[in-house]
């Protein structure tokens, strides 16, 4: 029961952790509570059509000749094709689905958010699914500890440029096809370089080339924490932006509610009707001509 225990904890540790560090991060208007379970929770659907595509994809390599190929080949198929392309498309259509037509999704980092939320729900159940899949205890002690450092950490990093491309997209319509495909193509491309440099060694029998990936990997990882956090920083820019415009348009609104009152006081205590024949405003025109109602 306990080993149930832990091996549950270090499945859903990262997430916790990680999904905190989002939401920390969001400094304005925090997200609601249930349209981040929401997000979660579509997350954890998209595993569904993700595996039944990956299980059909997956085979289509041998289909098509590829065991004619270097065998190395087959990791970069799966690592860009049944990982990276399945994965990343099924997470972006769940995400649109859950968030793109909330009122909440009002901020430039709210995509980063809610993308990352959705990644969370698939790395969770992903995770569970691997760990309990293990024959032993040590097996899933080690498997979830290694998912922990990698495959959680990599999914969040993915959809932080998916949600920094799907936040462009909402907030700048001239642009959106682009970025909406960039929101699944960048992530893609990160996504199959990351698995392939891990699944490559896998098919290759040589320690010195399996040692010599595991570098440029781990290059890769610290590349890839460096864009994913060049990317966070950014929406929180176009964040400080946005809410400092939306500051200034409220004290504007403001200011001109309070002197379109003053002047219309004013117009009809000294231009009453007994004054000029009943026109509340000395230029006969509508005091409140451009003002925008907040509503």
């Given at each position: 029961?306990?080993?149930?225990?832990?091996?549950?904890?270090?499945?859903?540790?990262?997430?916790?952790?990680?999904?905190?560090?989002?939401?920390?991060?969001?400094?304005?208007?925090?997200?609601?509570?249930?349209?981040?379970?929401?997000?979660?929770?579509?997350?954890?659907?998209?595993?569904?059509?993700?595996?039944?595509?990956?299980?059909?994809?997956?085979?289509?390599?041998?289909?098509?000749?590829?065991?004619?190929?270097?065998?190395?080949?087959?990791?970069?198929?799966?690592?860009?094709?049944?990982?990276?392309?399945?994965?990343?498309?099924?997470?972006?259509?769940?995400?649109?689905?859950?968030?793109?037509?909330?009122?909440?999704?009002?901020?430039?980092?709210?995509?980063?958010?809610y993308a990352t939320f959705v990644s969370f729900g698939f790395a969770g159940i992903e995770n569970i699914m691997y760990v309990v899949s293990q024959d032993s205890f040590a097996a899933s002690l080690a498997t979830g500890s290694m998912r922990?450092?990698?495959?959680?950490?990599?999914?969040?990093?993915?959809?932080?440029?998916?949600?920094?491309?799907?936040?462009?997209?909402?907030?700048?319509?001239?642009?959106?096809?682009?970025?909406?495909?960039?929101?699944?193509?960048?992530?893609?491309?990160?996504?199959?370089?990351?698995?392939?440099?891990?699944?490559?060694?896998?098919?290759?029998?040589?320690?010195?080339?399996?040692?010599?990936?595991?570098?440029?990997?781990?290059?890769?990882?610290?590349?890839?924490?460096?864009?994913?956090?060049?990317?966070?920083?950014?929406?929180?820019?176009?964040?400080?932006?946005?809410?400092?415009?939306?500051?200034?348009?409220?004290?504007?609104?403001?200011?001109?509610?309070?002197?379109?009152?003053?002047?219309?006081?004013?117009?009809?205590?000294?231009?009453?009707?007994?004054?000029?024949?009943?026109?509340?405003?000395?230029?006969?025109?509508?005091?409140?001509?451009?003002?925008?109602?907040?509503?």
């Amino acid at each position: 029961m306990n080993s149930d225990i832990i091996i549950l904890a270090l499945a859903v540790l990262p997430v916790i952790v990680l999904a905190i560090f989002v939401y920390k991060k969001d400094q304005y208007n925090k997200e609601p509570f249930l349209l981040l379970c929401k997000a979660f929770f579509f997350g954890v659907l998209s595993v569904i059509p993700a595996s039944l595509i990956e299980s059909v994809v997956s085979p289509l390599y041998s289909i098509m000749g590829g065991t004619d190929l270097p065998v190395f080949f087959q990791g970069i198929f799966t690592g860009f094709v049944v990982a990276g392309c399945t994965e990343e498309i099924c997470k972006l259509i769940f995400l649109k689905w859950a968030v793109w037509k909330s009122p909440h999704f009002d901020e430039y980092f709210d995509g980063i958010v809610y993308a990352t939320f959705v990644s969370f729900g698939f790395a969770g159940i992903e995770n569970i699914m691997y760990v309990v899949s293990q024959d032993s205890f040590a097996a899933s002690l080690a498997t979830g500890s290694m998912r922990a450092i990698l495959s959680v950490p990599g999914h969040f990093l993915f959809a932080v440029v998916m949600g920094y491309y799907f936040a462009l997209a909402r907030f700048n319509p001239e642009e959106r096809k682009s970025n909406m495909f960039k929101a699944f193509l960048y992530p893609m491309l990160l996504h199959g370089t990351y698995d392939s440099l891990l699944m490559v060694p896998e098919y290759l029998d040589n320690d010195l080339v399996s040692g010599l990936f595991f570098v440029v990997f781990i290059y890769f990882d610290i590349k890839l924490w460096k864009i994913g956090m060049r990317r966070l920083r950014a929406l929180q820019a176009l964040n400080e932006e946005q809410y400092q415009s939306s500051t200034a348009n409220d004290a504007s609104d403001s200011a001109n509610y309070g002197n379109a009152s003053t002047d219309n006081d004013n117009a009809g205590y000294g231009n009453n009707s007994w004054n000029n024949g009943g026109t509340s405003n000395q230029n006969g025109e509508d005091p409140f001509s451009g003002f925008k109602w907040d509503v």
